[in-house]
């Protein structure tokens, strides 16, 4: 059996420029196909696969394409050569309020587009309450959807979309602007999609959404793949290289390949530390030479280097393997190079799908602070409230320059810390209570 | 030479009548779309206005008033075409008219007024010009039940020759079909297209015979008439609602209007298939 939802062959998507439409349409017309354009490619020479009940996220900049290949998918937009192949029904989120006419009511919109998907008379009814239902916009749904808030035409959107009972579900950036409680809804939708083994294609440009979410993710930049492979390696190398212009497809898969191929000795390993832990009876903690990070990435440097990130105790023993709610240090040096006007440490834990749990920074959030050139070391002490498992620290020295902040220097996933022998009434991945008491009324 | 024949070869017949089929078979399809289009389309027109619906009533009412008013009070001398009030037979020739010239500007801008779909959801954007005919058509009937009450307050009995009447109405959507789509798709590249229709619609009311009868026409360029598609459609319901003749008793204006509309649809049909691929680049 063939599981191949979705299927791009040597897509490229070329945006024709004209100096006129009338130039457009003499070529489009043209019984000799003489061309009359310059050649744009918004999507160059694209190919990948995805199989049923992937969830897929594609990251990139503005402008990288992202847009325009989900468009290809959904069969709105032509293919300029290549050929996108979709088995299956295609639901898809462009934007907020696509389809709607804004002059028709929530309710005449849903219909439209209940029967432009050929849904039967008897569903449409019955799709449009469970619709109404799950939107809660109230009044407002028999108001024109040009009344409408962006955060209620998300809902509308949203609610459509996955009422049309999709094998392909397409999202582009319509959670973002939705409230809290409306977003957790969603995921959760997503996740029963996933679960009844919908595929779903995600488009972000929040990379903690895409790790959280998907497991897969592929990044575009000029309309081109760089990179296709794991949520949290893409997006660390992502992260690390979007600021620049110029991008050598061949460096970053290198990079990642180096990447991947270390942290996939990973699994072994925690077989490995899981053994260790049932001689963890001493409750003591201490450094094992084996848990090293294997996905670190480091930043460029500019004007400052990082280095010597550790976990001590409060009497200075390096530590990686920590015991639960008692006080550590974690500390790193930073030798700056140059004089820097305005700068500010900062840190932050992630879990080891690169969710992340929390951080701070040095001075505050929004004050940057002059540093002379010279040798630094900060030191961060926190107890460790983390539930048993594996947790990375991420390191960086951040500078703000004409109102954009940019890393001097930057190590992600700099330090690899184990939590043991947290207390078993634990759930999540932090402890939030003090006591448990219990009485009988 | 070679890519001469191989745009020809488009104009395959057996594969004219495939894609043909195909389109019914989608009209049928999608019948409930096309409804809810023409619903909508309705809704646009007279939402927020206080009467709301009547309006389509009241409009044909009085542009109808209007015309007896001027044909019978003002101006006494019109001579009454054999028996008929001249404004009845003014109305029959008009009444079609208009739902050509209604059709044909509304279905010029069906691509570019439905952005909305064309851009954001896969679709098939051949039906929207039939929207715009079908909200045209329903415009029509009205106006063609108002004229037939028209016709039984002048004491005029019906005839069977009335029901000639949907025949025509059934070449009109062919013809517009065809042209719809030529002119809804080229709108979409050149602006200045619905100022152009705007223009031959204008030209066209006074080149067709509507307000004069055909033999009025010098007998030497008689024959240029029958190259007015429209001559076929307005002469049509003349002669089912007054001259009572059916419409293969002169099957010649018939097969040129036959030849004419099927031309146009053809041409439609290629230059909207062509340039579909294009529509949510340009909009």
Known sequence: MNNTVIKIINLSKGYKLYDSPMMRFKEAMSPFKKKYHKDFFAIKNLSFEIKKGEIVGIIGRNGSGKSTLLKMVTGVLTPSSGSVEVNGKVSAILELGAGFNSELTGIENLELNLNINGESKKNISKKIKEITDFAELGEYINQPTKTYSSGMKARLSFGLAIHIEPDIFIVDEALSVGDAAFQRKCFARMEAIRISGATILFVSHSEGSIVSLCDRAIWLHHGEKILDGKPKFVTALYLKHSGKNQISIQDIQTEYKAIAMSSTNESDEKAHIKYNDKQEISKKEYYDPKLVSKSTVTYEEKGAKISDVKVTTLDGQKVNVLVHGREYVYSYKTSITSDLKQVQYGFLLKTINGVDIGGGTFPDRNTFVEKKSGEYEIKWYFKAFMNNGDYFFNAGLLELKENTREYCHRIVDAYMIKVIDSEQQITGTVKIFNNIIETQL | ?283
């Open chain 2, 1 to 283: 030479m070679d890519i001469l024949l191989k745009s020809l070869s488009v104009v395959n017949p057996m594969k004219i009548f495939k894609e043909f089929y195909r389109f019914i078979l989608h009209i049928i399809e999608n019948r409930r779309l096309i409804s809810t289009l023409v619903k909508n389309d309705f809704k646009k027109q007279y939402l927020g206005s206080y009467l709301g619906l009547i309006w389509v009533f009241i409009q044909p009412i009085i542009f109808m008033a209007a015309i007896w008013f001027v044909f019978e009070v003002g101006f006494r001398g019109n001579q009454p075409m054999k028996e008929t009030p001249f404004f009845l037979w003014l109305m029959s020739g008009m009444v079609p008219w208009m739902f050509f010239s209604n059709a044909v500007s509304g279905g010029t801008e069906a691509i570019v007024h439905n952005a909305y779909l064309v851009k954001k959801v896969a679709f098939r954007v051949s039906i929207l010009p039939l929207v715009n005919i079908g909200s045209a058509l329903i415009i029509h009937f009205i106006f063609i039940f108002i004229l037939i009450i028209l016709f039984l307050l002048q004491g005029i009995q019906p005839t069977i020759y009335w029901i000639q009447l949907f025949f025509f109405a059934i070449c009109n959507i062919f013809l517009l079909t065809g042209i719809s789509w030529l002119t809804s798709a080229i709108r979409v590249f050149i602006k200045d297209i619905t100022t152009f229709v705007g223009i031959i619609l204008q030209l066209g009311f006074w080149f067709t015979p509507i307000f004069w009868s055909p033999e009025m026409f010098p007998p030497k360029f008689q024959y240029l008439l029958q190259f007015n598609p429209l001559f076929f459609i307005v002469n049509g319901y003349r002669s089912s609602l007054i001259d009572n003749k059916w419409f293969w008793e002169t099957p010649e204006p018939f097969i040129y209007f036959l030849m004419i509309a099927f031309s146009l649809f053809i041409a439609g049909a290629i230059t909207f298939k062509r340039l579909r691929p294009h529509f949510a680049d340009v909009l």
